[in-house]
């Protein structure tokens, strides 16, 4: 896929996390509950091994509430894992996530033993808002664009309850191709690095199978078997009088119309994965990355033969 892939921050925060993950007794993970799986970050149970997580679905507003349900409970079902959907109409999240913490770890959270507490999450997520909710102040600043959280701090929630908050960072390499388009249509990746009618193509050809009640509602259009993503596109962008000379469409606009009205929800709540087909693309994924990575391995080791650094290996029967 056409992104360009700016981890950010990504290597001050790994090593800040590692640092840090000693004394950590949960993790929260901030999660985009349109896109929970692609929204999650694939390294960091590397990172903080086997520590209690939970898991903040957020912006659940903007989701398909039914399938909230289903993220919530496959993370319950996880070992170590509890998750809770949130959103920033909710006034006073604090005792949630601090009940939350608690179940996790029942013997922290007294003055001698503190409740030690990590979050992160991917940019835009919606962690400053959170965290200015939590403090009741402006503690972090918010914005629309990559990660605005700068330094590690240390926020007090409650007695004996410590939040570590984290930068916003993605990763150095996407497998689920889909979670590419996933977080791009969320807004998560910054505009000038990807082609949106890309991204809106791949939002279409999602949405016709997942919601073709809330496409024929909101730009009244007819989903006749069989049409395709591109076609889609030319429809709306025409029913939005986003025409060029000789009555051509502005594809560009017509992908701006949808990203827009997907991130605002006035398409309807959507969520675009569900826990099974998250788990398929990444078998998938998975897989096509281990075959380029031995496609990889090949190229380097002629390369060694012939530059005589190392002998033929025998060939594979
Ligand atoms: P970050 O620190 O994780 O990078 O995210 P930040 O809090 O800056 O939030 C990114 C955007 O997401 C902001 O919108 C914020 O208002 C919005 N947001 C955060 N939480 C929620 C939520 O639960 N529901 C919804 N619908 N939106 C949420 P923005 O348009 O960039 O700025 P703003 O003008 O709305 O503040």
Redesign the pocket.
């Known amino acids: 896929m056409a992104i360009q892939w700016f981890p950010g921050h990504m290597h001050l925060t790994k090593k800040a996390i590692s640092e840090r993950i000693k004394e950590i007794d949960v993790v929260i993970e901030l999660l985009d509950a349109r896109l929970p799986g692609s929204s999650a970050n694939p390294m960091l149970a590397e990172l903080t091994g086997a520590k209690p997580a939970l898991k903040v679905l957020?912006?659940q507003?903007?989701a398909d509430p039914a399938r909230t349900a289903l993220w919530l409970a496959h993370y319950n079902s996880l070992p170590g894992t509890s998750a809770i959907a949130l959103?920033?109409s909710e006034t006073t999240p604090a005792r949630r996530l601090i009940d939350a913490c608690h179940a996790l770890a029942p013997t922290r959270g007294s003055m001698v033993k503190p409740m030690r507490v990590l979050i992160c999450?991917i940019?835009?997520?919606?962690?400053?808002?959170l965290i200015n909710t939590l403090t009741g102040k402006r503690a972090?600043k918010?914005?629309?664009e990559a990660?605005?959280?700068k330094l590690e701090q240390r926020i007090v929630l409650a007695d004996g309850f410590y939040l570590w908050d984290t930068p916003?960072m993605l990763w150095p390499r996407i497998i689920v191709a889909k979670s590419g388009y996933n977080l791009a249509a969320s807004g998560a990746i910054g505009r000038n690095a990807f082609n949106e009618e890309e991204v809106a193509l791949e939002l279409l050809d999602y949405l016709i199978q997942a919601y073709p009640a809330l496409l024929q509602a909101r730009y009244k259009v007819e989903l006749p078997p069989g049409i395709t993503d591109e076609q889609l596109l030319e429809e709306i962008g025409r029913k939005r009088g986003a025409v060029l000379s000789k009555g051509r469409v502005n594809l560009q606009k017509a992908a701006e119309i949808v990203i827009y009205e997907f991130r605002a929800a006035t398409l309807g709540r959507i969520t675009l994965e569900t826990p099974e087909e998250f788990g398929q693309w990444l078998t998938a994924g998975r897989l096509l990355d281990a075959e380029r990575q031995v496609k990889k391995d090949r190229i380097e080791t002629d390369r060694l033969v012939r530059f005589k650094k190392i002998p033929r290996p025998p060939r594979e029967s």
Do not use: R
Request: hydrophobic share 20%; aromatic share 0%; proline share 5%.
């Open positions: 957020n912006k507003d903007l959103d920033a999450g940019p835009n997520v919606g962690k400053s808002t972090t918010t914005g629309d990660g605005i959280t916003g």
